[in-house]
């Protein structure tokens, strides 16, 4: 929890976002760090010259080899050179069953409508007593679906329990969305969108445990991107990371159970 005092939560809050997302620096081309809370994306390119040149680049980085991730660890395997079709940036944020816990990102670009469906996601993945993969619940704020993913498995579920975003024949394009996610004390995940700070939010109802896999100990904050569903650069920037959602997007403790049917999603490669 935050402290009350202004300057001391503020002071707090910087620790908890310093660093919060880990990005491997080969993929650099497509998707970077800009700073400690701002992740750039860029389209990946469409020409084969573009792609050769892109590895040019990665391979420039000297870094291919006996990298240091952000434990300290040492890489023994030649890291991929760009993103996969699927590409997860981890979140140094996670909670256990029985605590709290809330993330929120800003996504950012000239016209939202340059990302494609499920481009830009904001989820957490589910883990066992062991750390172990067991699912993966992501929500793309543009679109309005939730998308479960599997280990293993090519084919995954997808549920919309908010319309797409869509501005007004009389309005320009949006260019910003905030998205959260919130994993409360009972374990039950919610997704929340607004289209700005001091708007209102929408919340997709709780996703309780008939919708999670039995013996879930942990969830880990993540952002998934496909890069080959995006039309434009954009960035992603983490506003939100604490037990809580944000006085200004209070979470309402009688929101409605997630009660949208739920389909088969066909994902681009298996997780």
């Not at 620096?25 to 389209?43: H, M, N, Q």
């Not at 904050?221 to 983490?238: G, V």
Request: hydrophobic share 40%.
């Amino acid at each position: 929890t935050l402290p009350a005092d202004p300057k001391e939560a503020v002071r707090v809050l910087q620790l908890w976002l310093r660093n919060l997302a880990r990005i491997p620096k080969p993929w650099g081309a497509f998707i970077r760090k800009l700073s400690d809370t701002e992740v750039e994306i860029r389209p990946r390119p469409t020409c084969a010259g573009c792609a050769i040149a892109g590895d040019a680049h990665h391979a420039s980085l000297g870094d291919c080899a006996n990298s240091v991730d952000a434990t300290g660890a040492s890489d023994t395997e030649q890291p991929l050179l760009e993103p996969p079709k699927f590409a997860e940036v981890p979140l140094s944020m996670a909670c256990i069953h029985g605590k709290p816990m809330c993330v929120g990102v800003l996504l950012t670009a000239a016209k939202l409508s340059q990302f494609g469906e499920a481009c830009c996601m904001l989820g957490v993945e589910l883990l066992d007593v062991d750390r172990e993969q067991r699912q993966g619940a992501y929500f793309c704020p543009l679109c309005g679906s939730v998308f479960l993913r599997f280990p293993g498995e090519l084919d995954g579920l997808v549920a919309k329990p908010m319309p797409a975003l869509q501005a007004a024949p009389t309005e320009v394009d949006p260019h910003e969305v905030e998205a959260f996610v919130f994993v409360g004390a009972s374990g039950c995940i919610s997704f929340g969108r607004r289209l700005a700070p001091g708007h209102s939010i929408e919340w997709s109802g709780e996703m309780g445990s008939e919708l999670q896999p039995p013996g879930t100990a942990k969830y880990s904050a993540t952002l998934a991107i496909q890069i080959d569903k995006l039309e434009a650069p954009a960035q992603i920037s983490i506003t939100w990371a604490g037990d809580l959602p944000p006085a200004s997007a209070e979470h309402d403790s009688s929101l409605h159970s997630f009660n949208a049917v739920w389909d088969v999603h066909a994902w681009a490669s298996v997780w």
